[in-house]
């Protein structure tokens, strides 16, 4: 299963599924949602209980005497999803139920403050960042790097991992799947979701905290290309070598870091926003630099929106310089700040592994 999770749900079983969701329901009302006969119902009840996706309990009618009505329910007390993002000002974690409600989450500082040299002690420190969140039937990693679709293996700069069977390894040391996923496709994926787009209506996804990343659903599926490299600028270099992109993500964050070497583009706002003069001019080159490569990608792709991660007091001033950039070119991309705050990393990734975990169970 890949990242492009897109084709609508058609049998019977997804479609009583997603219309619990709704809330619990007795057969003959799912029926009615639904649309399909009373026996499909049945045996879509029965699939879904068998994938311990649901439940039946009996709830009496108020002031009924009768036989208690059998309600048909989500059994979310099966499915706990924990979810890490990496690519974010500091490091988040959460859980999730199946409805994609955060149950609790944490924060747990600047990564680049705890992220080793040594790529068998990071590997660990995933781990115990996700057994610290308690069992799990799934769980989600957003990283900065890229994940090759076809052999899932990672490669990621920042946690000095070279074509590393990651999933696999947290997978058995955990002993509950676990899913890695670049952070701006998973964040360009659920935004896509969020704002129901059209799969006519490309988005592109812009993380800009630390890192340079840049998301795309094109198509109505998210492009990863061939490697998995799409999402990333910075990081979409082989860590041995230099390419390109990756001089020009580090030309673009060159204007923040002489300023703050370890920090992030929220930290320089910061300071821009106290009054410091150098700051408030780094950001300022920070933002008309990073808006003109933008324009290449409108150029080309022509999205319907461009989204940017919610970074305090950064994104408006990017979201205003890129706005003016595109209407001088006659772009008519709406530029947006992420509507999901600045936890947006996590909940993308929490709202992945619910997915994963449901197409997972319904055997899709």
Known sequence: MTLNISAPSTSARERVYQALKQGSATRPELAKRT??????????VEELQQARLAALEDTPLPGSRGRPATQVRLLLEEARITALDLGGAQVSTGAFNLLGERLGSALHGPPQQQISEDPAQNVAWLA????????????????LGRVDPETRRVTS?????????LEQELSERLGWPVRVENDANLSAWHHWKVLNLRPSDPLVFLNFSFNIGLGMVLGGQVYS????AAGEIQYAADPNRTNPTEMMGLRL??????????????DVALMGHQG????????????????VHLTSVMAVLAPRVLVLQDVPLASELLRDEVRFTFAELGFDTRVMISPLGPMAGLVSAGVYGVKVLE?????L
């Open 35 to 44: 649309g399909l006969s009373g026996v499909a119902v049945i045996t879509a």
């Open 253 to 266: 964050l060159g204007h923040l870091q002489w300023l703050s070497p370890n920090g992030s583009t929220a």
């Open 276 to 291: 410091h003069r150098a700051a408030q001019r780094a950001l300022q080159r920070f933002n008309q630099d990073l808006a």
């Open 128 to 143: 115990d960042l996700l057994q610290r969140q308690g069992q799990a039937h799934q769980s989600v990693i957003g990283v």
């Open 359 to 363: 197409r997972t169970r319904l055997g």
């Open 225 to 228: 290309g061939a490697r998995g």
């Open 157 to 165: 700069r920042p946690l000095k991992l070279q074509d590393h069977p």
